[in-house]
């Protein structure tokens, strides 16, 4: 399955511009792990996202490699962070060391342990929050980001689409589960009152929520 038409993507791809050395490696690094981290278009669009609104605190429920982390730093303003949430001990190494050698360590706070377990004790409200994480748990990740989501926040979820088999009539054995969770969340999402929202067939698939 494919979101787009890969001609289409590979005629995108090819006005892309060529990206520091250290977000190359991350990428042939989670490709030849398999660690799944966003898509360099959809980063892209996470960038641009950062740079139109100019967050000062950015909640990220996923850290994975640091891969999204890093390129939402980057962008920020001198006073601007990023909280990340991971719970896997391997990706928390391997995120800080690939931190380490950017120089955004100042900007980039990693919470260790379930999301699901930090998020009710986090008390500041944020500007723009990005959700990448267990599709199980999206819904209950969601509930929580819109409690820490400020009025005029944008929340930025990854893997709506997944990997064309929410829209899909067949779905392999190992996706059907998975493709329930969120061909369920999609309604939830879609349907709340407190948010514009709009699923974008960029990446995977990215939710776009402005709060109301």
């Known amino acids: 399955m494919s979101i787009i038409n890969p ?5 995108i791809e090819s006005f892309r511009k060529g990206d520091d050395s250290l977000l ?4 042939e690094y989670a490709r030849t792990n398999n660690i799944p981290i966003l898509s360099w278009d959809a980063a892209e669009f996470l960038e641009q996202l950062i740079r139109i609104t100019n967050p000062k605190r950015v909640l990220e429920i996923g850290t994975a490699i640091a891969y999204s982390s890093i390129r939402i730093a980057r962008n920020l303003k001198k006073k601007g962070m990023v909280h990340t949430i991971e719970k896997s001990v391997d990706n928390i190494a391997l995120a800080k060391s690939f931190i380490e050698r950017t120089g955004y ?6 919470f260790e342990g379930d999301a699901l377990d930090i998020m009710p004790g986090l008390n500041k409200k ?14 209950r990740l969601f509930d929580y980001s819109m409690v820490l989501l400020k009025k005029g926040g944008i929340i930025f979820i990854d893997n709506l689409l997944w990997h064309g088999y929410a829209a899909a009539s067949k779905v392999p054995k190992a996706y059907k589960v998975s493709t ?4 369920e969340f999609n309604i939830l999402f879609m349907s709340q009152v407190n948010l514009k ?6 990446g995977d698939g990215i939710g776009l929520g402005i709060k109301i």
């Open 197 to 202: 929202a709009s699923i974008l067939p960029i």
């Open 180 to 183: 329930k969770h969120i061909k």
């Open 7 to 11: 001609a289409q993507l590979k005629y």
């Open 105 to 110: 360590g100042n900007k980039i706070t990693i």
């Open 24 to 27: 190359i490696e991350m990428e």
């Open 126 to 139: 944020y500007d723009l929050i990005f959700l990448d994480a267990d599709k199980e748990d999206y819904k």
